[in-house]
T-cell receptor, first 115, second 112 residues
Framework: KQEVTQIPAALSVPEGENLVLNCSFT??????LQWFRQDPGKGLTSLLL?????REQTSGRLNASLDKSSGRSTLYIAASQPGDSATYLC??????????????FGQGTILTVHP | SQTIHQWPATLVQPVGSPLSLECTVE??????LYWYRQAAGRGLQLLFY??????ISSEVPQNLSASRPQDRQFILSSKKLLLSDSGFYLC???????????FGPGTRLTVL
């Protein structure tokens, strides 16, 4: 059974700092790994999707890497801003004939960026 | 562009009452559809998924059921709510297993 773990559970940083969020998964048979952002009381916003054949994806100040063999992904946020404060979730989509895109999520990292 | 809607946004229901939550997707056809629940202090748990009209798969045994009466409509139901059904319910869609999954705004359900 796939298990996804995110470290740290919470992170508080001053504005402007670069930071790294970590995600690990136990089964490397995945189609892709996705990073999401969730603001309090809201739905999930997709940030980046990395296909299993890719090593990294970038969007603006965000860079996500994937090392499928070691079961690890990192989300790098450059020059953090107070507006980046949210819960960040990673999720993996398993391969297999009956996977149908069913995501397994980590518990999330609660990020607070203070001015 | 594609959009996903959920309603109601919030709901307070007594124990034993019925439930119907609705999710609709616009701007795509034949999507895979999903219902997740996010309970307080717990992660996101997949409840149901559907790959086509009338095709529903349940991931966990529970008091809830799902239906897909139309291609872009996904409904979550219960005949009698339990306290443990409280949580934040999220609907999501994707075009394929390898594609980005997009989430709706969610429904906050409180069972009293």
């Amino acid at each position: 059974k796939q298990e996804v773990t995110q470290i740290p559970a919470a992170l508080s940083v001053p504005e402007g700092e670069n930071l790294v969020l970590n995600c690990s998964f136990t089964d490397s048979a995945i189609y892709n790994l996705q990073w999401f952002r969730q603001d309090p009381g809201k739905g999930l916003t997709s940030l980046l999707l990395i296909q299993s054949s890719q090593r990294e994806q970038t969007s603006g100040r965000l860079n996500a890497s994937l090392d499928k063999s070691s079961g690890r992904s990192t989300l790098y946020i450059a020059a953090s801003q107070p507006g980046d404060s949210a819960t960040y979730l990673c999720a993996v989509s398993p391969t297999g004939g009956t996977s149908y895109g069913k995501l397994t999520f980590g518990q999330g990292t609660i990020l607070t960026v203070h001015p | 562009s594609q959009t996903i809607h959920q309603w109601p946004a919030t709901l307070v229901q007594p124990v034993g009452s019925p439930l119907s939550l609705e999710c609709t997707v616009e701007g795509t056809s034949n999507p895979n559809l999903y219902w997740y629940r996010q309970a307080a202090g717990r992660g996101l748990q997949l409840l149901f998924y559907s790959v086509g009209i009338g095709q529903i798969s349940s991931e966990v045994p529970q008091n809830l059921s799902a239906s897909r009466p139309q291609d872009r409509q996904f409904i979550l139901s219960s005949k009698k709510l339990l306290l443990s059904d409280s949580g934040f319910y999220l609907c999501a869609w994707t075009q394929g297993a390898e594609d980005t999954q997009y989430f709706g705004p969610g429904t906050r359900l409180t069972v009293l």
